[in-house]
């Protein structure tokens, strides 16, 4: 501690401020102004020395203070804008000569005289001063200390990471939750309208996801699996914004703006049922096949088959027609067999049916009725007529009649052997041609033998 020469001392009034109880020296004020506390007590601790707007003029060993500046011997130890620096943690870049540090909602001021005052804002901010009274607080952790200070908390789909004092406290997106965007992709989960528990989860009352492309181009989505395109469903404008379905490379389903829908696929199939068991399946040229067991068709109405060529109800066993089986059409045929089909049912094209086989055999296991609303059945050969009955001749007659002039009516027995012959002239003769009676007698016979 510097020491006074005694010579420079000399008696002077002073101040001294004495405890009456026990007479100790608590303060002494100097005429100069300097007072010096003897520090038992907070009233009267320390050393105040007065601010002065002049330096003294011996300055050698003296302590003064002059404009808010501490000086000793003419060096400053505070004050004049020199004493604040601020630098970052490791000193660069720094800015000295600093009187005052404004911070959010506080200052840091050097007020001259070496003091640093830190001044807070007040009101609900939490503190006082020339700071934003307004002012509101986000912190960690409940510190007591602050009246308007609200705790940080990670919500659904956040993590909330803090380094400690000193470094950072970060939020980032939980990918497992939410959906993150890295670059112009999304990751993580997709949600809209609530949480999600799928890779994309939409809620609303009536959910709509868009894609919109400019015009003339195909707006649409895809599915992949582990980086593979396996499905794109697409719209293409190309083909009158029709609605189509592809694998990675191959148009399949399209759907029309009409509804019509279309397999593009040769051979391909329309497939039901849990075991794929009812199958509509392209020939791989222009036909169908329906592979079902059964089938029925129900109609309220008719059931129309129309085919530019012929219509083929094939079975393993019999096609039954279980009501009325009509041909619609003058002149058609119903035809028969394997083949050429030659058997044939044929309208005449009025009201008649010609019936062609090779043979024709009727077989009935109970009787055989021949009905002719005009009673007259004819017998022809290759379409020409060859005997006729008229079982509804005048009088009560049944006529027989040869149609082809001068044959004859022969009755033969089962062997093929000639019993009685009929001549074109009206006789009856025998295998040898011998006459067995006249016309007459033939007559006589024959109506004895039919009617008794």
């Known amino acids: 501690m510097a020491q006074f020469e005694r010579s420079k001392l000399k008696k002077q009034d002073v101040i001294v401020l004495r405890d009456a109880r026990n007479n100790e020296i608590h303060k002494v004020i100097f005429?100069?102004?300097?007072?010096?506390?003897?520090?038992?007590?907070?009233?009267n601790s320390g050393i105040i020395i007065p601010n002065s707007s002049d330096t003294p003029e011996d300055i050698t060993d003296s302590l003064y203070v002059v404009g808010g500046t501490l000086y000793y011997n003419g060096t400053a130890f505070a004050g004049a804008g020199t004493s604040l620096t601020v630098e970052e943690s490791d000193g660069s870049p720094s800015v000295s000569s600093v009187s005052k540090i404004k911070v959010s909602n506080g200052t840091l001021t050097d007020d001259g005289s070496g003091t640093v005052?830190?001044?807070?804002?007040?009101?609900?901010?939490?503190?006082?001063?020339?700071?934003?009274?307004?002012?509101?607080?986000?912190?960690?952790a409940t510190t007591g200390s602050l009246s308007g200070e609200r705790v940080l908390?990670?919500?659904?789909?956040?993590?909330?990471?803090?380094?400690?004092?000193?470094?950072?406290?970060?939020?980032?997106i939980d990918n497992d939750v939410v959906a993150t965007v890295s670059g112009t992709t999304f990751t993580g989960n997709v949600g809209i309208g609530g949480s999600p528990s799928t890779a994309l989860h939409v809620l609303a009352e009536d959910p709509r996801i868009r894609a919109e492309a400019t015009a003339g181009n195909h707006p649409g989505f895809e599915l992949s699996v582990a980086g593979t395109r396996k499905w794109v469903i697409y719209n293409?404008?190309?083909?009158?914004?029709?609605?189509?379905?592809?694998?990675?490379?191959?148009?399949?389903?399209?759907?029309?703006?009409?509804?019509?829908?279309k397999l593009r696929r040769d051979s391909s199939a329309l497939k039901m049922g849990v075991g794929n068991d009812i199958t509509f399946t392209h020939d791989g040229t222009t036909g169908l096949v329906i592979a079902a067991t059964p089938i029925s068709i129900n109609s309220t109405g008719n059931l129309t088959l129309d085919s530019t060529t012929d219509i083929v109800l094939s079975g393993s066993s019999a096609v039954r027609v279980e009501n009325d089986l009509y041909l619609d059409s003058d002149s058609?045929?119903?035809?028969?067999?394997?083949?050429?089909?030659?058997?044939?049912?044929?309208?005449?094209?009025?009201?008649g049916l010609v019936i062609a086989a090779t043979p024709i055999s009727i077989d009935s296991t109970g009787g055989l009725d021949l009905s002719s609303t005009t009673g007259d059945i004819n017998f022809q050969d290759g379409g020409t007529s060859q005997l006729a009955l008229d079982m509804?001749?005048?009088?009560?007659?049944?006529?027989?009649?040869?149609k082809v002039?001068?044959?004859?009516?022969?009755?033969?027995?089962?062997?093929?052997?000639?019993?009685?012959?009929?001549?074109?002239?009206?006789?009856?003769?025998?295998?040898?041609?011998?006459?067995i009676a006249g016309c007459d007698t033939v007559q006589n016979i024959l109506a004895a033998q039919l009617f008794g």
């Open 236 to 261: 293409d404008p190309d083909e009158s914004d029709n609605l189509n379905i592809k694998n990675d490379s191959t148009d399949l389903v399209f759907i029309d703006q009409t509804g019509n829908v």
């Open 405 to 435: 002039d001068s044959d004859d009516l022969v009755i033969k027995q089962y062997d093929g052997t000639e019993v009685v012959r009929f001549t074109d002239g009206g006789n009856v003769e025998d295998a040898e041609g011998s006459i």
């Open 31 to 43: 005429p100069n102004g300097i007072q010096v506390g003897t520090g038992d007590n907070d009233f």
């Open 117 to 140: 005052t830190i001044t807070t804002g007040g009101g609900t901010g939490g503190g006082s001063g020339d700071g934003d009274s307004a002012a509101q607080y986000v912190v960690l």
């Open 332 to 351: 058609c045929v119903f035809r028969m067999g394997d083949g050429v089909r030659d058997p044939t049912f044929t309208h005449d094209g009025l009201t």
């Open 392 to 402: 509804d001749g005048t009088a009560g007659e049944i006529i027989m009649q040869l």
């Open 153 to 172: 908390t990670a919500g659904t789909g956040l993590d909330l990471a803090d380094a400690g004092a000193g470094n950072t406290a970060t939020l980032t």
